[in-house]
């Protein structure tokens, strides 16, 4: 079992649409999750951290938290092509201590 | 505030040659870790300095190593170059140390071995 899962897709939304992006970790320990955007060729590009169970929202992105179940996800309302691009899942490892990211998830609105 | 900036940008090698990659971090942020980033394998974890101590390493060989020093700029050298190190080579910087910290990514070296 990898430590951070993602489906990679690709996840094609229509424009206006809600796109709901998940990822599952195997460290129960786990205290920080994370959310890159990486468009191709580019750097990863932070787009919001969560550590509670629940929901945090932070303009049209929710990141949602549920520890019992290990899983973390992202919503982005109202998509644009602009988001088109892979979404990066990473968590940090409480054994290690190190961030271990997903393989990505790649994200295609079209107009 | 400047962001994480990464020099340099694009790099042609050969194999059997050796080569090293620089990161400046944000200012005020003392923790620099290096991520290799492959198609195959994703980002892979190389290693993590914090107040010019590794504090942590991923499983890459010795022919991977770095250094920190004392205004937080990194460097990461890799020696004995081999096709497989073709990767894009991603530095991060953190306030604090550790992986519960907010990383803030630079840019990235392309690094290609022919």
């Known amino acids: 079992q990898k430590e951070v899962e993602q489906n990679s897709g690709p996840l094609s939304v229509p424009e206006g649409a809600i796109a709901s992006l998940n990822c599952t970790y195997s460290d129960r320990g786990s205290q920080s999750f994370f959310w890159y955007r990486q468009y191709s060729g580019k750097s990863p590009e932070l787009i919001m951290f969560i550590y509670s169970n629940g929901d945090k929202e932070d303009g049209r992105f929710t990141a949602q938290l549920n520890k019992a179940s290990q899983y973390v996800s992202l919503l982005i309302r109202d998509s644009q092509p602009s988001d088109s691009a892979t979404y990066l899942c990473?968590?940090?490892?409480?054994?290690?201590?190190?961030?271990?990211f997903g393989t990505g998830t790649r994200l295609q609105v079209f107009p | 505030k400047a962001g994480v900036t990464q020099t340099p940008r694009y790099l042609i090698k050969t194999r059997g040659q050796q080569v090293t990659l620089s990161c400046s971090p944000i200012?005020?942020?003392?923790?620099v870790s290096w991520y290799q980033q492959t198609p195959g394998q994703g980002l892979q974890f190389l290693f993590e300095y914090f107040s010019e101590t590794q504090r942590n390493k991923g499983n890459f060989p010795g022919r991977f190593s770095g250094r920190q020093f004392s205004n937080s700029r990194s460097e990461m050298n890799v020696s004995t170059l081999e096709l497989g190190d073709s990767a894009l080579y991603l530095c991060?910087?953190?306030f604090g140390s550790g992986a519960t910290d907010t990383q803030y990514f630079g840019p990235g070296t392309r690094l290609t071995v022919l």
């Open positions: 990473a968590v940090n490892s409480y054994n290690t201590d190190k961030l271990i």
């Open positions: 200012s005020g942020h003392r923790s």
């Open positions: 991060a910087s953190s």
